[in-house]
């Protein structure tokens, strides 16, 4: 018999009201959401559906205003040090250099400065940014800054990795080129990240990436469907399989 | 788009940009039309020649005719791993002249490094007619992808990577 998988995250009706000068206004409304380990999940919803509060509400940032959210089966409380996020505009100090600004990220978590750099190390080869140490963020293209998102949300070696569209500021190519290099880096076995919860507003992306999708509505933000991606990787954009998950996620959002 | 051959400069463009062009080709069949490439990415043509034409100096692409077609090296590329991916990359850098030239004038140099300044100067040797801080760039972000150069910018030192 295998084993279930475990249950990472676990939003359990979960609703985010904000107080705003025209009152209390509800964003999110009984959001109910698991990822289990080693699962691929892309929410997909409108600007302003609330994804990103509900990736903060996942990592501790930003408290529900009911329901509740389980880590492995626990309540939540505080800023849950087993995840990690990987921002839109990267989140880099401009003043630090790729080596630093990796490290950066685990001066809470790890004590000893030489095995700080060793993880930081090992992140950034990961990543493909071996000779990039010294370089400052002022000095790379978008996508090497966005590896460098990435190397220092790894390096922390969180359970669950968040990511707020995290390919939406750069070019097309470049993010083309980011999809796949995340693909190869979430497929890697060996890494101690596998389960991923991922935040977009394109549709191909989710298909392209998730395997599991759950759309967010908007006003206020719901779920308004939950798909599982049954489509063997790499996915081919021109695939009519293909199409047809972008037809059904778009009728869904719609 | 024709070109005669690779002793030419490097454009500047995106590492990923240029990874991305690949996978994508890849991802269509390994062939486009040019222009539909650009229609189907939203891009501009002449960003998306840019990005052709360093794919082309690199041998991962071939435009015959208006097409961008995959040749097997960019398919090997498209393959690789992350890391791998750089290993050949760090191969395909050494046959390309420019790369030489600064590399063997490294090799001669103290420490086999030098000032920006140096290096500026050896590029517009090499290349007169080219703007130098702009293959400058193209050569420091190549060349640290490919862990063949490195570059300081607080002491502006170019080095061999090695
Ligand atoms: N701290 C806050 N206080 C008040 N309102 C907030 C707060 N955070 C978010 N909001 C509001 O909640 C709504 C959802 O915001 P959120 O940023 O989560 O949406 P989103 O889906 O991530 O949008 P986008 O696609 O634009 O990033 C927006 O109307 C926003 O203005
Ligand atoms: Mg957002």
Redo the contacts with the bound molecule.
């Keep these: 018999m295998t084993p279930q998988p475990e249950i990472i995250i676990d939003v359990e009706n979960v609703s985010?009201k904000?107080?705003?000068p025209q009152g209390e206004?509800t964003?999110?409304e009984d959001i109910q959401l698991q990822a289990q380990e080693g699962e691929f999940i892309v929410i997909v919803?409108?600007?302003?559906?609330?994804?990103?509060?509900?990736?903060?509400m996942m990592n501790g940032l930003?408290i529900p205003s009911a329901g509740r959210i389980l880590f492995r089966g626990k309540p939540t409380r505080g800023i849950n040090m087993e995840t990690a996020m990987v921002f839109?505009n990267f989140g880099l100090l401009p003043w630090l250099t790729v080596l630093q600004n990796v490290e950066l990220g685990l001066e809470n978590r790890v004590k000893e400065l030489d095995r700080r750099r060793e993880r930081a190390q090992k992140y950034i080869g990961k990543v493909g940014l071996d000779g990039y140490e010294e370089a400052y963020p002022r000095e790379l293209s978008g996508g090497m800054k966005q590896r460098v998102g990435l190397a220092r949300a790894l390096a922390v070696e969180p359970t669950l990795l968040l990511m707020?569209?995290p390919f939406s500021s750069l070019d097309v190519l470049s993010s083309i080129n980011l999809r796949n290099e995340l693909l190869d880096i979430w497929s890697d076995r060996d890494n101690v990240v596998n389960t991923v919860v991922l935040?977009t507003?394109i549709i191909e992306e989710a298909v392209e990436l998730a395997d599991r999708i759950v759309i967010?509505g908007?006003r206020p933000?719901r779920i308004a469907g939950n798909i599982r991606v049954n489509i063997p990787r790499p996915r081919q954009k021109r695939d009519p399989l293909f199409l047809e998950y972008v037809d059904e996620v778009f009728s869904l959002l719609a | 788009m024709k070109r005669k051959e690779a002793t030419s400069s490097l454009p500047d463009v995106g590492i990923s940009q240029v990874l991305g062009l690949v996978s994508h080709l890849s991802s269509v069949g390994g062939k486009e039309d040019i222009y539909r490439l650009a229609g189907e990415l939203s891009m501009e043509l002449g960003e998306t020649l840019k990005v052709i034409r360093a794919a082309e100096t690199l041998k991962l692409v071939n435009t015959p005719g208006g097409e961008v077609e995959m040749e097997p090296f960019g398919a090997k590329v498209v393959d690789a791993s992350i890391h791998e991916r750089k290993e050949l990359i760090f191969e395909q850098l050494q046959q390309i002249p420019l790369f030489k030239k600064i590399r063997e004038f490294l090799d001669e140099e103290d420490g086999h490094e030098a000032s920006k300044e140096m290096v500026l100067e050896k590029i517009a040797d090499i290349l007169p007619n080219e703007d130098a801080e702009h293959q400058f760039g193209a050569i420091v972000s190549w060349g640290r992808y490919a862990e063949l150069f490195g570059y300081n910018d607080d002491s502006e030192t170019f080095y061999l990577d090695q």
Excluded: M, N
């Design positions: 985010k904000f107080l705003l206004v964003i999110l919803g409108p600007s302003g559906a609330g994804k990103s509060t509900l990736l903060r930003v839109q707020d569209e935040v507003h967010l908007s933000g």
